[in-house]
């Protein structure tokens, strides 16, 4: 044994090593089912169809919902699953990104979902200027910090009257008849969603992603290894504002109303905190499934019982409960135990 | 001048009523290191049980307070054996530990919205409408009741702490959890005292609360972040340092209100957390940067 590692050269090991690496990669493709998702994408996209065939709106609707969860939880998950910073203040990127759109189309009437992309590059800058101050503070201080961000945020709104404030601002509803008018929201927020899922993959697997990482188990080990956790930090939740703050501007058009009380709200920030523990903080998959199953349990607590008080508390009960049995959520119990379904592994 | 004086006594009369609040939570937070987001929800528990002592057989909210203090202090018991001494152990204690206690505000919130509606209540005793005058000053009674009980029940807290046996077990546990362990301080019981102790302050404070301000159950979000930022302005844990930052802050806030607007009152608080996050997260009685 000893003797065959002095002879191995430099070389050898390098070209084992590579040889190793792929062999995991291969692995890795082996239990990962790509075509999952992308069926399940594709059979979004021609479900609008239905609508030659009767009055599927209130599906589309449902879709279009789960689609602006994904995208929000997805988005979320940037920050709070792979740094591992908990914010529960990031609807007011929802509100950014809302409002801007919202108030660009009702001056200059350009729809909110050609302006989606801007109103996201807006609450992303404003993501990096919030996280310049308030990523100083890590653990319960940043999430302290988070709530004070939306207290202050509805603050403003409520008070800022070019906004309309507390009243908000009524936006134009589109042309369309009734049997269409869903379908360019539908389109866009499916999109939106299908992007921020494919780009916290692609983070997820780059060497921004590995440095988030590394933030999240060990903050000063990874500071000590070269990583530079500010930046990386910052970058992350600029990044998930940006997300968010697209959604959000699609969300106000389709809502057709911007106001504080819609986007401004604790509620919708726990519901982000809540899909990436339902399905798994950190993973790929886990903000997807916790959004259709958060989307699938309020839509039947809603006909159950018509009580919006009973949603919050069967909100925070499915969520004290995942956090005392399930912390690492529905996807990440099932791969901690090997049991994880191959359509569910999308990391 | 009068003016001065008079924004400066409301300013004092708000203090002493979130001193209270505060305190309960900053107790908590230095025995069990639980930043307890459910305290407000609580507090709003406590105010409905003086609500409804009121209103349905006309009981003093200030006779109301020791109901309230021991009903909470009881939910604190049941709370802390269903939620959290199961977790003390875990590596992620202190962030799960906030996301617990946000689910537990969350149940709590829709516990007493789904029983009492979210209308704004009111407990209205005479004193509660009523002032002292001083010339052209005035004093609103009611403030000035409720700052007096929670001086009052800060001070049997701030004794109780000092000389009692269980005080000084609290106290060690506060200052260094493994080193009073291994003294022989049963840290388990000391824990669980100390989180019924400090809900039923919540139970006391929501009591006084009832008739100071106008409450509905979801009112306690507006609360979270003013609560925290005087426990983290005093220093986490720091009884003394919340009392101060909740006089300050309040007097501030109320000059604020006075002079720039109402509506910016409670920007006064959001400000400070930031501020004081940022410069001095140890806030201003503490002694070592304890969140970070």
């Known amino acids: ?347 | 001048m009068e003016q001065i004086i008079q924004v400066t006594i409301l300013g004092i009369g708000l203090g002493g009523v979130f001193a209270l609040m505060g305190s309960g939570l900053s107790l908590v937070f230095g025995v069990m290191r639980i930043v307890n987001l459910a305290h407000p929800s609580l507090i709003i528990a406590g105010a409905f049980t003086a609500y409804w002592g009121f209103r349905l057989w006309g009981i003093d909210p200030l006779v109301m307070l020791p109901v309230a203090t021991l009903l909470l202090a009881a939910i604190g018991v049941l709370l802390y054996k269903i939620f959290f001494e199961r977790n003390a152990k875990s590596a992620t204690y202190s962030e799960m530990t906030v996301l617990l206690t946000f689910a537990i505000a969350m149940i709590i919130e829709g516990a007493l919205g789904a029983m009492f509606s979210n209308t704004q209540r009111v407990t209205s005793p005479s004193y509660a409408t009523d002032a002292f005058f001083l010339g052209d000053i005035f004093i609103p009674k009611g403030q000035l009741y409720a700052g007096m009980v929670s001086m009052l029940i800060i001070g049997l807290l701030a004794a109780f702490l000092k000389y009692s046996r269980l005080g000084y077990a609290i106290r060690a546990t506060t200052q260094n959890r493994d080193a009073a362990a291994l003294l022989g301080v049963n840290v388990n019981m000391v824990g669980l005292m100390s989180f019924a102790i400090g809900i039923g302050l919540a139970g006391a404070a929501g009591a006084l609360t009832s008739f100071v301000f106008s409450f509905f159950p979801a009112k306690h979000w507006e609360w979270i972040a003013v609560l925290m930022s005087l426990v983290v302005m005093g220093g986490m844990g720091s009884i003394v340092g919340t009392v101060v930052a909740s006089f300050g802050l309040s007097i501030v806030a109320a000059f604020v209100g006075a002079y720039v607007g109402s509506t910016w009152s409670t920007m006064t608080f959001f400000l400070a957390l930031f501020l004081v996050l940022l410069f001095r997260p140890q806030g201003l009685f503490g002694e070592k940067p304890e969140l970070l």
């Open chain 1, 1 to 347: 044994m000893k003797s065959q590692m002095i002879d191995s050269t430099p070389g050898d090991v390098l070209s084992a090593r590579a040889a190793y690496n792929e062999r995991l990669a291969r692995l890795a493709d082996k239990t990962r089912a790509v075509w999952f998702p992308l069926a399940i994408l594709v059979i979004l996209l021609v479900l609008p169809l239905l609508q030659f065939v009767g009055n599927y709106n209130y599906m589309l609707h449902l879709v279009l919902l789960t689609a602006s969860y994904v995208a929000m939880a997805a988005g979320w998950n940037i920050l709070g699953g792979f740094a591992g910073y908990i914010s529960l203040g990031h609807n007011v990127f929802f509100a950014i990104g809302g409002y801007f759109a919202g108030m660009i189309l009702a001056r200059f009437g350009i729809s909110a979902i050609i302006m989606a992309p801007v109103a996201g590059l807006v609450a992303a800058a404003f993501g990096y200027a919030i996280g310049l101050i308030t990523l100083r503070v890590r653990g319960p201080a940043f999430i302290i910090s988070s709530i004070a961000m939306v207290m202050i945020a509805r603050l403003l709104f409520d008070n800022w009257h070019f906004v309309g404030g507390a009243n908000g601002v009524t936006l134009p509803a589109p042309n369309l008849s009734s049997q269409w008018a869903k379908l360019p929201y539908y389109y866009a927020m499916v999109a939106i969603a299908a992007v921020t899922v494919w780009s916290s993959y692609r983070i997820k697997h780059s060497k921004f992603g590995l440095g988030l990482r590394a933030i999240s188990k060990d903050e000063i080990k990874a500071e000590s290894a070269g990583i530079d956790t500010r930046f990386y930090k910052v970058t992350a939740f600029a990044i998930s504002a940006f997300f968010i703050g697209m959604t959000g501007a699609v969300w106000g058009e389709y809502l057709t109303y911007i106001r504080p009380s819609i986007f401004l709200v604790i509620l919708i920030a726990a519901n982000m905190v809540l899909m990436c523990i339902l399905g798994g903080k950190g993973t790929v998959a886990g903000p997807v499934i916790g959004a259709v199953l958060l989307v699938a349990f309020n839509e039947f607590f809603v006909a159950m019982m018509g009580a919006s008080e009973l949603n919050i508390l069967g909100t925070g009960v499915i969520m004290a409960v995942m956090l005392m049995f399930f912390p690492l959520g529905i996807v990440g119990t099932l791969a901690l135990k090997g049991k994880l379904p191959r359509i569910l592994n999308w990391d």
